[in-house]
């Protein structure tokens, strides 16, 4: 639950230029009054946040756009963009403006009321979160006070960078004579603008304290702004339940993470309970060699999104020394994946990758749904079958041969919500090796000719 928020000053426009002076006047405002709570700057780390304003989600949604999440209006995002305002009896310019981004909402939530999204389209409906009533910079704030500093990238005209700087204080009810308050810059213009100012924006971070930058889009290596700002941050963060493509902005991931950036997917939080139980159903004794016989893994998830399936399956292969050697996308109505690696007993494993259509589409897409751990050799005791406690294992169950299967429930972790596992993520520091070394293998696979 996010703590109440005290307003110390709304959002108030001012140039580039002032923002440091604004934020100064401020604070030497503060504690004049006696009978006043004593009023504290907050000084641990600043987060940058790039957050796209919506349209190309929008676009995507509706079936319009088919590129990249990224905020850059490219020619995808402009050739989509005439395709809306020509749908919408709208003059055909390829440029975002109010009157299409109010179009658009409108048939998004008639849209989502008819549950009219396609399954390609439902990951960019889902992902259409805008931050626009402060809800992550609130459960931010309430356990961190920070300078947050949010990059608003726009499709409209370039007109240059709007600023505006406002400061809020979760009242903390074990002090509430002391408010530690967070301090909030917004800039706002398209990314050719906002990459003008890229030496302001970094500057804009707190000096000596940890910078993290959470990009609420698609990575972008190749984006000016995005080197400039990942080259002075302590940790990039993202969310791979929010990409349209990933089995691209993966591998753009691992290519981050070969250049040494030091990453973080809050997505990869969500598999823990996953990996939590399937190690803990070959730790008995007597099953802890089983773990080797597995020859045949079956990976379920809520179609839209693969990103946890292939970061799974990603994790287990660098567990078990599996070395990838062909990855085969056949489709149909289960978007069927099938993946062979080998052992260092050059033994062959089959894994397949299937997304389950699901009526009632959730918060996080591609959700695991149920895993299946088997062996060709019958007399192997590794059946393991784990299943989302939404959800049955009958798939799961159905087939199982002549092996006794280990059977478990997965409760999801109940703070799934990316606002909160970003909070979380603000409390690790260093890097993740599990996640670098399961993420070489998922890179590895994605390679491999289709």
Do not use: H
């Not at 401020?26 to 349209?55: C, H, I, K, N």
């Not at 990996?275 to 070959?282: G, M, V």
């Amino acid at each position: 639950m996010v703590s109440p928020i005290v307003s110390l000053q709304a959002p108030k426009d001012v140039s580039i230029d002032e923002i440091e002076a604004e934020l100064r006047s401020l604070w030497q405002s503060q504690g004049t009054d006696e009978d006043s709570a004593a009023v504290t700057r907050a000084a641990t780390f600043s987060l940058l946040v790039y957050e796209p304003d919506g349209t190309q989600q929008l676009l995507a949604s509706l079936g319009f756009y088919t590129g990249p999440i990224d905020g850059i209006a490219g020619p995808r995002t402009s050739a989509a963009i005439k395709a809306a305002q020509k749908d919408y009896g709208m003059d055909a310019t390829g440029k975002s403006n109010q009157a299409l981004r109010t179009k658009l909402k409108e048939e998004f939530v008639e849209a989502k009321a008819k549950d009219k999204f396609t399954a390609e389209n439902k990951t960019a409906a889902v992902s259409y979160t805008p931050d626009s009533e402060g809800i992550t910079a609130d459960v931010i704030a309430a356990a961190n006070p920070c300078r947050i500093i949010t990059l608003c990238p726009i499709l409209g005209e370039d007109t240059g960078v709007t600023a505006q700087v406002s400061a809020y204080c979760p009242l903390n009810k074990q002090s509430q004579n002391t408010l530690i308050c967070c301090e909030y810059i917004t800039l706002s213009g398209t990314t050719e603008a906002l990459d003008r100012i890229g030496g302001v924006i970094a500057a804009l971070a707190i000096a000596d304290l940890p910078k993290f930058i959470w990009w609420k889009a698609t990575p972008t290596p190749d984006l000016p702004l995005f080197k400039r700002l990942v080259s002075s941050s302590d940790t990039v963060i993202f969310d791979s339940s929010s990409f349209v493509e990933p089995e691209t902005d993966l591998q753009a991931l691992a290519g981050l993470l070969k250049q040494d950036t030091a990453l973080a997917d809050i997505n990869w939080r969500r598999l823990a309970p996953w990996q939590e139980l399937t190690a803990a159903a070959f730790d008995p004794p007597e099953r802890r060699s089983a773990i080797y016989e597995v020859d045949r893994v079956t990976i379920d998830y809520e179609q839209g999104n693969q990103s946890q399936a292939l970061m799974f399956l990603g994790w287990l292969a660098s567990r078990l020394q599996w070395i990838p050697v062909s990855y085969d996308l056949e489709g149909g109505d289960y978007d069927i994946r099938q993946v062979k690696f080998t052992d260092e007993k050059q033994r062959t494993i089959e894994a397949e990758l299937a997304g389950i259509p699901t009526a009632d589409w959730g918060d996080i897409p591609g959700d695991l749904v149920s895993l299946r751990l088997t062996s060709t050799n019958e007399d192997a005791d590794c059946c393991t079958v784990l299943c989302s406690s939404t959800t049955g294992c009958m798939r799961m169950e159905a087939g199982g041969g002549a092996q006794s299967c280990y059977i478990e429930q997965v409760t999801p972790l109940f703070d799934q919500k990316s606002e909160d596992l970003l909070g979380q993520q603000l409390q690790r520091w260093g890097r993740e090796m599990l996640y670098e070394e399961s993420m070489a293998v998922l890179a590895q696979m994605l390679k491999l000719p289709q």
